[in-house]
């Protein structure tokens, strides 16, 4: 059967023993990034941006450079869609021209119709949904550190988003407890929070949702979030508000482990879901996460595009 059944949709179509080859491989990759220059030699990305982005376009652009290939970047000027062209169309044409698409969307269907009508791989960038790139570069990171995650504590705080679902999803294929600690009325969506659970109950491991900032205690690994995602701007100064007691400064931290680690997804808002004394401060492995984009989305793209 092919990785991940041909295309990165959702952490969750992936196999636990997926899941960690796309973190050795881009271990591996980190470690000795001349050895896999040739992997995907001549071969073209296709990279559909309707949200604009840093990491994931500098690092899928980079990434595929670095394994021999080309990215072509495809804003929504570039392309029909915002013109009424179906998703089928633009996927049946583009499977004609490249090797594989990265979308980076609003709609998590449109990366399904780009997978079910396009013939080539699928790599979903980003959709109001999941963000799957990065919790398996995020995955990657946290092994960087703790070797084996199996039985760590992993503490998402902020709205359940598709941030939040994607985590959720890595902690279960990598043998972590979940927790998802949110104000009240921002809790992740009740179908990934079913898949989730059932994940969990195949793992072993505990998915548990809260809106107590006191289910930090013990954590391995304590992630954030903005408060407000791209889109929803105009419900900033309400989740200000609703936020206000769920900020990652000092006194949240000292619940968890003492050799825990701090980790964001960027860009971060010092002073809101975040403390500058925690983002900036040494059990802050931000920065580390954003390199590693594009050690794991090389992976991702070798075992989809290529042989590896």
């Avoid at 760590?152 to 939040?164: E, S």
Wanted: proline fraction near 3%; glycine fraction near 8%.
């Amino acid at each position: 059967m092919a990785f991940g059944n041909g295309h990165l949709l959702s952490i969750n179509d992936l196999t636990a023993e997926e899941v960690k080859a796309v973190v050795d491989l881009g271990i591996a990759m980190k470690a000795d990034p001349d050895a896999y220059r040739s992997t995907l030699a001549g071969q073209t990305l296709g990279m559909i941006f309707m949200k604009s982005s840093t990491r994931t376009r500098v690092s899928f652009e980079v990434g595929i450079y670095q394994l021999g290939g080309t990215g072509l970047f495809l804003s929504s000027r570039d392309i029909q869609l915002n013109r009424g062209e179906p998703i089928s169309d633009t996927a049946q044409v583009l499977s004609r021209y490249v090797d594989g698409i990265m979308a980076r969307v609003f709609d998590h269907s449109d990366v399904e119709d780009l997978a079910e009508y396009g013939s080539i791989p699928v790599i979903n960038g980003l959709t109001d949904l999941l963000h799957p790139c990065q919790g398996l570069a995020d995955l990657m990171t946290i092994t960087e550190v703790f070797g084996d995650p199996t039985g760590k504590k992993f503490v998402y705080v902020g709205d359940g988003n598709n941030m939040a679902h994607s985590l959720m999803f890595m902690c279960s294929k990598a043998g972590m407890d979940f927790v998802c600690i949110s104000p009240q009325g921002y809790a992740m969506e009740p179908e990934m929070v079913e898949l989730g659970i059932e994940d969990a109950q195949a793992a072993g491991t505990q998915m548990i949702q809260s809106e107590s900032m006191e289910d930090i205690e013990g954590a391995h690994i304590v992630y954030t979030d903005v408060w407000a995602s791209m889109g929803q701007e105009e419900e900033q100064s309400i989740r200000l508000q609703d936020f206000a007691d769920f900020t990652v400064d000092a006194a949240a931290m000292s619940r968890a482990d003492k050799d825990a680690v701090f980790m964001h997804c960027l860009p971060a808002h010092r002073g809101e879901e975040v403390s500058a004394e925690v983002c900036d401060g040494p059990q802050s492995i931000i920065f580390d996460q954003a390199e590693n984009r594009l050690h794991a989305q090389k992976a991702i793209m070798a075992k989809l595009m290529g042989d590896l």
